[in-house]
C-alpha cells in the first residue's frame, strides 16, 4: 500500500524559503507515476503548485513558477518542495501525492499525504 | 480564483440523493478527464472518482460521475451522515497557462 508522509517546519518567516519534504512508501518512486504538492490555505480551496517524474522532469503551476522549485531522491524514495519569498499568502496546509498521468496531462491524484500546516509569520 | 465553478453547497436528508456540478471550458473540462476528490472535515482529499466516471477499488457505487461539454457532475445516491463532507473536482487545463485546476468546492450537508 502507498503512503506518503510530509515533512519540514510549521513556521517560516516572511521572505524565507519555505521546504518539505515528501516521503514515499510501499512504492518506488523510480518504478513510474508522477509525484505531486498541493496546498489548501485555511478554510479554503485546493491549488496545485506543481508535480515531478523521477527523471527529473517537472510541470508547475505558473502562478507560482517563478518561486517554485521541485526536486527528487530516488535514493531516499523521496521528493521536495521549495518555495521561495514566502508571505502570510502562503500560509496553507501543503499536501504531497502521486500523480496518474494522461498523457499529455496532469490526470489525478491519489494517494495524498496526511498534509502538514506551515504558517508564514515572523 | 478557479476556472471551474461548483455550488458553495448542496444538501439534503438522509437516503436521498444529491449532484454537485462543476463548470468549466473547452480547455479544462471540454477535453481533459475529470476526477472528483471527497474531502472529510480535518483530512485529507481522497479521490472518488477518476477519467470523469470510474470508481477506485474501494469506493462504493452510491458515488458517480458524468461529463457532459464543458460541465461534469459528481452524483452520491442513499446519502450518508458519512458523507459530509466538501467535494472538489479536478481537471488539467491546457490553456497557453498549462495547469491542474480545481474546482472551488462543494460543501454537502446531510440534513
Known amino acids: 500500500q502507498v503512503q506518503l508522509q510530509e515533512s519540514g517546519p510549521g513556521l517560516v518567516k516572511p521572505s524565507e524559503t519555505l521546504s518539505l519534504t515528501c516521503t514515499v512508501s510501499?512504492?518506488?518512486?523510480?518504478?513510474?507515476?508522477?509525484w505531486g504538492w498541493i496546498r489548501q490555505p485555511p478554510g479554503k480551496g485546493l491549488e496545485w503548485i506543481g508535480s515531478?517524474?523521477?527523471?527529473?522532469?517537472?510541470y508547475y503551476n505558473p502562478s507560482l513558477k517563478s518561486r517554485v522549485t521541485i526536486s527528487v531522491d530516488t535514493s531516499k524514495n523521496q521528493f521536495s518542495l521549495k518555495l521561495s519569498s514566502v508571505t502570510a499568502a502562503d500560509t496553507a496546509v501543503y499536501y504531497c501525492?502521486?500523480?496518474?498521468?494522461?498523457?499529455?496531462?496532469?490526470?489525478?491524484?491519489?494517494?495524498w499525504g496526511q498534509g502538514t500546516l506551515v504558517t508564514v509569520s515572523s | 480564483q478557479s476556472v471551474l465553478t461548483q455550488p458553495p453547497s448542496v444538501s439534503a436528508a438522509p437516503g436521498q440523493k444529491v449532484t454537485i456540478s462543476c463548470s468549466g471550458s473547452?480547455?479544462?473540462?471540454?477535453?481533459?478527464?475529470v476526477s472528483w476528490y471527497q474531502q472529510l472535515p480535518g483530512t485529507a482529499p481522497k479521490l472518488l472518482i477518476y477519467d470523469n466516471n470510474k470508481r477506485p477499488s474501494g469506493i462504493p457505487d452510491r458515488f458517480s460521475g458524468s461529463k457532459s461539454g464543458t460541465s461534469a457532475t459528481l452524483g452520491i445516491t442513499g446519502l450518508q451522515t458519512g458523507d459530509e463532507a466538501d467535494y472538489y473536482c479536478?481537471?488539467?487545463?491546457?490553456?497557453?497557462?498549462?495547469?491542474?485546476?480545481f474546482g472551488t468546492g462543494t460543501k454537502v450537508t446531510v440534513l
Open positions: 479536478g481537471t488539467w487545463d491546457s490553456s497557453l497557462s498549462a495547469s491542474y485546476v
Open positions: 501525492a502521486r500523480v496518474t498521468v494522461v498523457v499529455p496531462a496532469m490526470g489525478w491524484f491519489d494517494p
Open positions: 510501499g512504492y518506488s518512486i523510480s518504478s513510474g507515476y508522477y
Open positions: 515531478i517524474y523521477h527523471s527529473g522532469s517537472t
Open positions: 473547452s480547455s479544462n473540462i471540454g477535453n481533459n478527464y
